[in-house]
């Protein structure tokens, strides 16, 4: 991640009227060149405080595709969670807060560096694999079952080059089957990964029922390592909430293991005891009137663990590619001889 220190830039000062600027690090480019993330500080009566700035400014495109403009929305949708949802989460589930700002296309957050300075990028312990772990678990218990101030798939919208819509993904991720059928279309059979092909559909098919069933909750969507931050007291925070949206929360549980763990903590009983530490966090903060027994997470962690291996096989393996092969194989191989019941 670069870092470049400039004297103030007028331009990035614009962006904040009513703020006094005295400082400004450009700490990372948004993907695909859509903008930039500043640290700023800013002079107000009891000192200087850092904060961080996300400018959304994509570059000019004739003819606007799917991409772009889900790339534009997801930073609404990350905008919306901000306003909409953290303020529900409880402390125990850090997050920034968001401050309000007028210049379009623009986020401007508390700066969570100061309190979480350790970044891990993947390779996480197991004491920092259980903290993430109870995140997620606080995370979803307090979304569980939400379904609403949803935008619907990016397919069905009007395309503008902006990001003024509002509400969360109807499904959650950035890898869900309905965005990445061209790179599924060049997975071969006998190519790695190639053996989840026969099951790709049904398995979008149950998971997209976890959805609609109740057995859901809201997503961050992009768990892993780089988004992960730790303070000294152990303590554990999560950004980038770009592709929150409704979805099996078994689907964030394999994001973080199948990327950002140390690969030894799934060998043997080590994936099972990881699983039961989130399942058993979840349960303890669900509320009293919902029942989500293991049999069900299990059999989600199933599907999930097979949609992931399908989206790699398109996009590329990497992280804890070995284990999420191996497991896909072992549920393939389990529906192959028993039959495929998502029912759980």
Not at 174 to 193: F, P
Not at 237 to 243: E, G, V
Not at 288 to 302: G, L, Q, R, S
Request: hydrophobic share 40%; glycine share 8%; net charge negative.
């Amino acid at each position: 991640m670069s870092r470049k220190r400039a004297r103030v830039d007028p331009a990035v000062a614009a962006l904040l009227p009513g703020l006094e600027v005295v400082d400004c690090v450009q700490v990372a480019a948004l993907w695909s060149s859509y903008g930039h993330i500043y640290r700023v500080t800013v002079r107000k009566d009891d000192g200087n405080v850092s904060m961080i700035l996300k400018h959304i400014h994509p570059p000019h495109t004739e003819h606007a595709s799917l991409s772009h403009a889900r790339k534009l929305l997801s930073y609404s949708v990350e905008r919306s969670f901000y306003d909409r949802f953290a303020p529900r989460l409880p402390a125990t589930v850090a997050v920034a807060k968001r401050h309000p700002t007028s210049a379009p296309g623009t986020l401007l957050l508390d700066d969570l560096s100061p309190s979480f300075p350790r970044g891990v990028y993947g390779n996480l312990n197991l004491e920092d694999t259980r903290t993430a772990l109870l995140w997620l678990a606080g995370f979803h218990a307090t979304f569980w079952g939400e379904q609403g101030s949803v935008l619907p798939p990016v397919a069905d919208m009007p395309i503008r080059d902006d990001d003024s819509h509002t509400g969360v993904w109807q499904q959650g991720t950035y890898w869900y089957l309905d965005t990445r059928r061209e790179e599924l279309a060049q997975v071969e059979e006998d190519g790695e990964g190639g053996f989840v092909l026969p099951w790709v559909e049904k398995v979008n098919d149950a998971l997209s029922a976890e959805r609609t069933s109740g057995r859901c909750t809201l997503l961050h969507g992009d768990v892993k390592g780089e988004n992960i931050i730790f303070a000294p007291d152990g303590r554990v925070a999560f950004y980038d909430f770009q592709y929150v949206g409704s979805g099996s929360p078994a689907l964030d549980v394999v994001s973080l293991l199948g990327t950002s763990v140390q690969g030894r903590l799934l060998h043997g009983h080590g994936e099972s005891e990881l699983l039961r530490i989130y399942f058993d966090a979840l349960a303890q903060n669900l509320p009293d009137n919902v029942h989500y027994p293991w049999k069900a997470f299990a059999t989600a962690m199933e599907l999930a663990i097979v949609d992931w291996c399908r989206f790699m096989a398109g996009w590329g393996f990497w992280g804890n590619d070995r284990w999420v092969l191996r497991r896909a194989r072992e549920i393939v191989q389990g529906w192959n001889d028993g039959g495929f019941d998502a029912a759980a």
